[in-house]
């Protein structure tokens, strides 16, 4: 594997594995966690929602679309 980046798997049959940058990585989980401490119990529906909030003062532009990363 190479350091600058993170291979994300999937559970969806048929779909392959993505390799995404480190960084992105690393911020899009902060945002998981922070958004999922809190509002414990948080609907999966509402996560992206809630990570774009919790990014929205660090939200690189090169960050993209966050309806796909915490999914």
Do not use: N
């Not at 390799?19 to 945002?31: D, F, S």
Request: hydrophobic letters at 40%.
């Amino acid at each position: 594997m190479r350091s600058d980046t993170v291979l994300c798997e999937t559970p969806t049959l048929g779909k392959q594995p993505v390799r995404i940058p480190a960084w992105k990585y690393h911020l899009v989980k902060g945002g998981i966690i922070t958004a999922l401490y809190r509002q414990p119990g948080l609907p999966f529906k509402l996560l992206a929602d809630a990570v774009r909030e919790v990014l929205t003062d660090a939200l690189p532009e090169e960050l993209g679309s966050l309806s796909w990363p915490p999914t």
